[in-house]
Nanobody, 114 residues
Framework: QVQLVESGGGLVQPGGSLRLSCAAS????????MGWYRQAPGKQRELVAT???????NYADSVKGRFTISRDNAKNTVYLQMNSLKPEDTAVYYC????????WGQGTQVTVSS
């Protein structure tokens, strides 16, 4: 399994931006499909974005055009750039790695509020 540590969450006003980072330990990062998921209070965890080893990306309809996922294999890190944030983006954001096994980070809180 891969150990994942998220950072970059916080409080931001509507329309603002945040960049989340997820640092992975281990030597399988470059072989893993990486993803970001989120879970709002009282709701199920949902997919936000994924990126394959070939850097093919996939986004939830709700974030298309506003969020960008990227990865740096040299740094074992995946990023989520979030622009034009809305109150409904408020959630705990989790990093996910898939390489046969599935690994999750501990999550980072993102709150969008004025």
């Amino acid at each position: 399994q891969v150990q994942l540590v998220e950072s970059g969450g916080g409080l931001v006003q509507p329309g603002g931006s945040l960049r989340l980072s997820c640092a992975a330990s281990g030597n399988i990062f470059s072989r893993s499909i990486m993803g970001w998921y989120r879970q709002a209070p009282g709701k199920q965890r949902e997919l936000v974005a994924t990126i394959t080893t070939g850097r093919t990306t996939n986004y939830a309809d709700s974030v298309k055009g506003r969020f960008t996922i990227s990865r740096d294999n040299a740094k074992n890190t995946v990023y989520l750039q979030m622009n034009s944030l809305k109150p409904e983006d408020t959630a705990v954001y989790y990093c996910n790695a898939r390489d046969g096994a599935t690994s999750w980070g501990q999550g980072t809180q993102v709150t969008v509020s004025s």
